[in-house]
Protein backbone atom coordinates (compact mmCIF):
# COMPACT_ATOMS: atom_id res chain seq x y z
CA UNK A 1 0.00 0.00 0.00
CA UNK A 2 1.67 3.02 -0.85
CA UNK A 3 -0.01 6.97 -0.27
CA UNK A 4 0.11 9.33 -2.20
CA UNK A 5 0.80 6.40 -5.24
CA UNK A 6 -1.04 8.21 -8.19
CA UNK A 7 1.93 9.62 -9.52
CA UNK A 8 5.70 11.06 -9.27
CA UNK A 9 7.70 9.60 -6.14
CA UNK A 10 4.89 6.79 -5.19
CA UNK A 11 4.20 5.83 -8.20
CA UNK A 12 8.09 5.23 -9.38
CA UNK A 13 8.18 2.96 -6.19
CA UNK A 14 4.65 1.48 -6.90
CA UNK A 15 6.10 1.01 -10.31
CA UNK A 16 9.28 -0.65 -9.58
CA UNK A 17 7.88 -3.29 -6.88
CA UNK A 18 5.66 -4.35 -9.10
CA UNK A 19 7.87 -5.24 -11.47
CA UNK A 20 9.81 -7.44 -8.44
CA UNK A 21 6.29 -8.95 -8.34
CA UNK A 22 4.03 -7.33 -5.26
CA UNK A 23 0.57 -6.47 -5.57
CA UNK A 24 0.26 -2.81 -5.43
CA UNK A 25 -3.00 -0.59 -3.87
CA UNK A 26 -2.45 3.02 -5.17
CA UNK A 27 -4.06 4.91 -1.96
CA UNK A 28 -4.51 8.25 -2.83
CA UNK A 29 -6.50 11.72 -2.28
CA UNK A 30 -6.96 11.45 -6.00
CA UNK A 31 -9.15 8.29 -7.07
CA UNK A 32 -9.80 8.83 -10.24
CA UNK A 33 -5.92 9.37 -10.56
CA UNK A 34 -5.57 5.72 -8.60
CA UNK A 35 -7.51 3.91 -10.65
CA UNK A 36 -6.01 5.31 -13.47
CA UNK A 37 -2.34 4.13 -12.51
CA UNK A 38 -3.66 0.95 -11.21
CA UNK A 39 -5.21 -0.01 -14.47
CA UNK A 40 -1.49 1.29 -16.14
CA UNK A 41 0.04 -0.99 -13.26
CA UNK A 42 -2.47 -3.80 -14.33
CA UNK A 43 -1.85 -3.61 -17.83
CA UNK A 44 1.77 -4.08 -17.62
CA UNK A 45 1.17 -7.49 -16.30
CA UNK A 46 1.25 -6.59 -12.37
CA UNK A 47 -1.77 -6.67 -9.81
CA UNK A 48 -3.05 -2.89 -8.71
CA UNK A 49 -6.00 -1.43 -7.26
CA UNK A 50 -6.45 2.12 -6.75
CA UNK A 51 -7.97 3.64 -3.90
CA UNK A 52 -9.63 6.44 -2.54
CA UNK A 53 -7.48 7.78 0.90
CA UNK A 54 -7.15 10.86 2.65
CA UNK A 55 -4.41 10.27 5.05
CA UNK A 56 -5.70 13.02 7.43
CA UNK A 57 -8.68 11.68 8.20
CA UNK A 58 -8.30 8.59 10.44
CA UNK A 59 -11.51 7.39 8.79
CA UNK A 60 -10.97 7.31 5.58
CA UNK A 61 -7.55 5.69 5.75
CA UNK A 62 -9.35 2.48 7.93
CA UNK A 63 -11.55 2.22 4.65
CA UNK A 64 -8.99 2.52 2.23
CA UNK A 65 -6.71 0.11 4.67
CA UNK A 66 -9.70 -2.71 5.21
CA UNK A 67 -10.71 -1.97 1.34
CA UNK A 68 -6.96 -2.88 0.58
CA UNK A 69 -7.00 -6.00 2.89
CA UNK A 70 -10.25 -7.55 1.39
CA UNK A 71 -8.63 -6.91 -2.20
CA UNK A 72 -5.29 -8.17 -2.30
CA UNK A 73 -5.63 -10.57 1.07
CA UNK A 74 -3.46 -8.27 3.29
CA UNK A 75 -1.29 -5.91 3.86
CA UNK A 76 2.72 -6.83 3.95
CA UNK A 77 4.79 -2.84 3.13
CA UNK A 78 3.23 0.28 3.88
CA UNK A 79 4.85 2.64 2.16
CA UNK A 80 4.00 6.39 3.62
CA UNK A 81 4.55 8.58 0.86
CA UNK A 82 1.95 10.95 0.92
CA UNK A 83 2.55 14.75 1.84
CA UNK A 84 2.52 18.27 1.71
CA UNK A 85 5.61 19.58 0.33
CA UNK A 86 8.11 22.37 -1.50
CA UNK A 87 8.33 25.53 -1.56
CA UNK A 88 5.05 26.78 -0.64
CA UNK A 89 5.87 25.28 2.91
CA UNK A 90 9.60 25.50 2.71
CA UNK A 91 9.08 29.04 4.49
CA UNK A 92 10.47 30.44 7.97
CA UNK A 93 8.84 29.13 10.74
CA UNK A 94 6.56 31.83 11.77
CA UNK A 95 5.78 32.75 8.24
CA UNK A 96 3.80 29.54 8.02
CA UNK A 97 0.03 30.39 9.20
CA UNK A 98 -1.50 28.06 11.81
CA UNK A 99 -3.80 27.02 9.25
CA UNK A 100 -1.09 25.99 6.76
CA UNK A 101 0.70 24.29 10.02
CA UNK A 102 -2.41 22.66 10.85
CA UNK A 103 -2.45 21.26 6.81
CA UNK A 104 0.97 20.13 6.75
CA UNK A 105 1.08 18.24 9.74
CA UNK A 106 -2.41 16.94 9.41
CA UNK A 107 -0.83 15.07 6.32
CA UNK A 108 2.88 14.72 6.94
CA UNK A 109 2.78 14.20 10.62
CA UNK A 110 -0.58 12.70 11.52
CA UNK A 111 -1.28 10.93 8.10
CA UNK A 112 1.53 8.64 9.16
CA UNK A 113 0.24 7.67 12.50
CA UNK A 114 -3.52 6.85 11.00
CA UNK A 115 -1.82 4.52 8.23
CA UNK A 116 0.67 2.82 10.44
CA UNK A 117 -2.21 2.31 12.97
CA UNK A 118 -4.58 1.00 10.82
CA UNK A 119 -2.57 -1.23 8.78
CA UNK A 120 -0.75 -2.88 11.85
CA UNK A 121 -2.81 -5.58 12.60
CA UNK A 122 -2.98 -6.66 9.16
CA UNK A 123 0.79 -6.88 8.83
CA UNK A 124 0.46 -8.44 12.05
CA UNK A 125 -2.37 -11.22 11.06
CA UNK A 126 0.92 -12.03 8.43
CA UNK A 127 3.47 -12.59 10.55
CA UNK A 128 5.00 -9.10 10.07
CA UNK A 129 5.78 -6.35 7.55
CA UNK A 130 7.59 -3.80 6.42
CA UNK A 131 6.48 0.38 7.16
CA UNK A 132 8.62 2.81 4.93
CA UNK A 133 8.44 6.82 5.97
CA UNK A 134 8.71 9.24 3.54
CA UNK A 135 11.25 11.78 4.93
CA UNK A 136 13.27 14.61 3.23
CA UNK A 137 16.82 16.13 3.57
CA UNK A 138 15.16 19.03 4.51
CA UNK A 139 14.31 17.32 8.50
CA UNK A 140 18.43 17.29 8.58
CA UNK A 141 18.74 21.19 9.49
CA UNK A 142 15.12 21.59 10.15
CA UNK A 143 15.42 25.38 9.16
CA UNK A 144 12.13 25.77 7.87
CA UNK A 145 8.43 24.88 8.50
CA UNK A 146 7.98 21.71 6.23
CA UNK A 147 11.99 20.45 7.57
CA UNK A 148 10.65 20.61 11.05
CA UNK A 149 7.26 18.67 10.03
CA UNK A 150 9.90 16.17 7.98
CA UNK A 151 12.29 16.16 11.26
CA UNK A 152 9.15 14.99 13.19
CA UNK A 153 8.85 12.10 10.33
CA UNK A 154 12.48 10.60 11.36
CA UNK A 155 10.96 11.35 15.19
CA UNK A 156 7.96 9.26 14.27
CA UNK A 157 10.16 6.17 12.51
CA UNK A 158 12.61 5.70 15.44
CA UNK A 159 8.96 5.47 17.54
CA UNK A 160 7.07 3.48 15.29
CA UNK A 161 9.87 0.86 15.23
CA UNK A 162 9.92 0.70 19.02
CA UNK A 163 6.65 0.44 18.76
CA UNK A 164 6.24 -1.99 16.32
CA UNK A 165 9.30 -4.46 17.10
CA UNK A 166 6.93 -7.02 18.83
CA UNK A 167 4.74 -7.55 15.89
CA UNK A 168 7.79 -8.21 13.16
CA UNK A 169 6.87 -4.98 11.51
CA UNK A 170 9.99 -3.13 10.56
CA UNK A 171 10.25 0.86 10.56
CA UNK A 172 12.36 2.58 8.35
CA UNK A 173 12.57 6.23 6.61
CA UNK A 174 13.66 7.55 3.15
CA UNK A 175 14.69 10.86 2.83
CA UNK A 176 15.45 11.91 -0.52
CA UNK A 177 17.72 15.24 -1.79
CA UNK A 178 16.73 17.01 -4.87
CA UNK A 179 15.15 14.16 -7.31
CA UNK A 180 13.37 14.55 -10.49
CA UNK A 181 9.64 14.62 -9.44
CA UNK A 182 7.40 16.62 -11.88
CA UNK A 183 6.50 18.47 -8.68
CA UNK A 184 10.01 19.42 -7.58
CA UNK A 185 11.08 20.11 -11.75
CA UNK A 186 8.27 22.55 -11.92
CA UNK A 187 8.79 24.37 -8.86
CA UNK A 188 12.86 24.95 -9.19
CA UNK A 189 14.31 27.06 -11.93
CA UNK A 190 16.75 25.62 -13.82
CA UNK A 191 19.65 27.27 -12.61
CA UNK A 192 19.30 26.71 -9.02
CA UNK A 193 19.00 22.90 -9.72
CA UNK A 194 21.96 23.11 -11.69
CA UNK A 195 23.68 25.04 -8.60
CA UNK A 196 22.44 22.37 -6.08
CA UNK A 197 23.76 19.39 -8.43
CA UNK A 198 27.42 21.37 -8.68
CA UNK A 199 27.63 23.42 -5.23
CA UNK A 200 25.52 20.63 -2.49
CA UNK A 201 25.98 17.60 -3.90
CA UNK A 202 29.15 15.23 -3.79
CA UNK A 203 27.14 12.87 -6.83
CA UNK A 204 27.17 15.54 -9.51
CA UNK A 205 24.33 13.99 -11.16
CA UNK A 206 20.65 15.01 -11.17
CA UNK A 207 18.62 12.73 -8.41
CA UNK A 208 15.96 10.21 -9.90
CA UNK A 209 12.88 9.34 -8.70
CA UNK A 210 14.36 5.75 -9.13
CA UNK A 211 16.80 6.14 -7.06
CA UNK A 212 14.72 6.63 -4.43
CA UNK A 213 12.51 3.89 -5.43
CA UNK A 214 16.01 1.47 -5.17
CA UNK A 215 16.32 2.06 -1.59
CA UNK A 216 12.42 1.24 -0.96
CA UNK A 217 12.78 -1.99 -2.21
CA UNK A 218 15.88 -2.62 -0.85
CA UNK A 219 14.57 -1.45 2.95
CA UNK A 220 11.86 -3.87 2.06
CA UNK A 221 13.40 -6.58 1.12
CA UNK A 222 15.09 -9.56 3.35
CA UNK A 223 18.03 -8.06 2.70
CA UNK A 224 17.70 -5.32 5.18
CA UNK A 225 15.77 -7.53 7.60
CA UNK A 226 18.35 -6.09 10.63
CA UNK A 227 17.15 -2.42 9.98
CA UNK A 228 15.09 -0.76 11.40
CA UNK A 229 14.51 2.87 13.13
CA UNK A 230 16.61 4.35 10.24
CA UNK A 231 16.24 6.98 8.23
CA UNK A 232 18.59 6.46 5.34
CA UNK A 233 18.94 9.40 2.68
CA UNK A 234 19.10 8.75 -1.24
CA UNK A 235 20.68 12.85 -1.63
CA UNK A 236 24.01 12.50 -3.49
CA UNK A 237 25.72 13.25 -0.11
CA UNK A 238 24.25 16.49 0.79
CA UNK A 239 23.84 17.07 3.31
CA UNK A 240 26.85 14.83 5.26
CA UNK A 241 26.17 14.32 9.00
CA UNK A 242 28.63 13.56 11.15
Not at 30 to 48: V, Y
Not at 184 to 194: G, L, T, W
Amino acid sequence: MITGGARGIGLTIANHLAAQGAAIALADIDLEAARESAGLLTAQGGTAVGVACDVADEATVAAAVAQVGDALGGIDILVNNAGRHLLRYAVPITELSPQQWREMLDVNVVGIVNCSAACRPLMRARGGGVIINMGSIAGASATNSYGVSKLAVRGLTVGLAREFAGDAIRVCGVAPGLVDSPAAMAEMPADRIAGFIEDLQLVKRQGTMQDVANLVAFLCSDEASFITGETVSVSGGFPLIP
